[in-house]
């Protein structure tokens, strides 16, 4: 029994021991740190496709790869439907192209831009609709998509006559306006390089 007594005293001796060890009054919790991200020196040269009736500006730190769509089982190819990749950054703009005609009308493309770019109503803090037009005679508008919206920027070009692109930035890891926001801007600027040196051919 005095055995018991004198375990139980020893063991609750080590436990009051450690508790006074382990609390320090000056404790401080360390602030919500991010992997630190090396952006890329700024540098552009021109992408002109072959096949695409447009050209534009790209950083060199991106290349240019053709996408597929996928229906079913069915791979479709559209040459002018292209992702301009940033490896570095593990982000994408997709560029969707398609040609104004009696299916693709320029109102419908416009509504169905504006319905893409509006689906992100329920994760985004606003959306903001800034209109542009550049000396190469190429409009349409730019959608500034705030909070942790599965894309933060997307647009829209046109001629109003004959062609349409849009286009949308995602990357690759689950949205976080705090920990993406560098990156983002960082390619916010790149993107309106692209559309401020974007031409019809």
């Known amino acids: 029994m005095k055995l018991k007594k004198n375990w139980q ?26 992997p630190r ?28 790869t053709t996408d ?17 990749n940033f490896h570095s950054l593990n982000g994408t703009i997709n560029l969707t192209y398609k040609e104004i005609d ?10 169905d831009a504006h319905k893409l770019s509006f689906k992100h109503t329920q994760k985004a803090d606003y959306i903001d609709e800034i209109k542009i037009q550049n000396d ?8 500034d998509v705030g909070g942790d919206a599965a894309s933060n920027v997307q647009f829209f070009l ?17 949205p976080n306006t705090d920990s993406m926001a560098p990156v983002v801007n960082f390619v916010k600027e790149d993107m309106k390089r692209m559309l401020k040196t974007f031409e019809w051919k």
């Open 68 to 84: 597929t769509a996928y229906y079913g089982t069915q791979i479709i190819s559209e040459p002018c439907w292209l992702n301009v």
């Open 136 to 143: 190469h005679g190429v409009g349409g508008i730019l959608y």
């Open 158 to 174: 046109t001629d109003s006559n004959k062609h349409f692109i849009r286009g949308a930035l995602y990357f690759n890891n689950e």
């Open 9 to 34: 005293l020893a063991v609750g001796c080590c436990v009051l021991l450690t508790s006074l060890a382990a609390c320090h009054g000056d404790y401080t919790p360390k602030p919500k740190a991010y």
């Open 37 to 64: 991200v090396v952006l890329p020196e700024r540098k552009y040269e021109l992408y002109d496709s072959k096949t695409c009736p447009f050209k534009f500006e790209k950083p060199v730190y991106a290349d240019v």
């Open 102 to 111: 009696k299916t693709n009308s320029l109102e419908k493309l416009v509504e």
